[in-house]
């Protein structure tokens, strides 16, 4: 999901292939497992390309949304109250 949401805020576009191509430490099986589990839970979604059907873009939903804008906001929270030095 990390990976995603960093190439969501650059805006590109991801394709399922290529995101089973991403992550080096785990086989493409683990990773479509895993968007699948995604998208179940309703942080995914997947959009057909405009010109060939067989390539799927995987896109955030407002719920994934919600979630890396939290978890952003934590971030900067907790790095805001770690005392100096």
Known sequence: M?????????GQK???LLTMRMCEDASPSTVHRRLKTLRIKGMLDLQLDEDDNRVKY????ELAKSYITALGQSVVMAVGSEPPG
């Not at 990390?2 to 650059?10: E, G, I, M, Y």
């Not at 995987?58 to 939903?61: D, K, L, Q, W």
Request: proline share 6%; no cysteine; aromatic share 6%.
């Open 2 to 10: 990390d990976q995603l949401a960093t190439s969501w805020s650059k």
């Open 14 to 16: 991801i394709t399922v």
């Open 58 to 61: 995987i896109v955030p939903t």
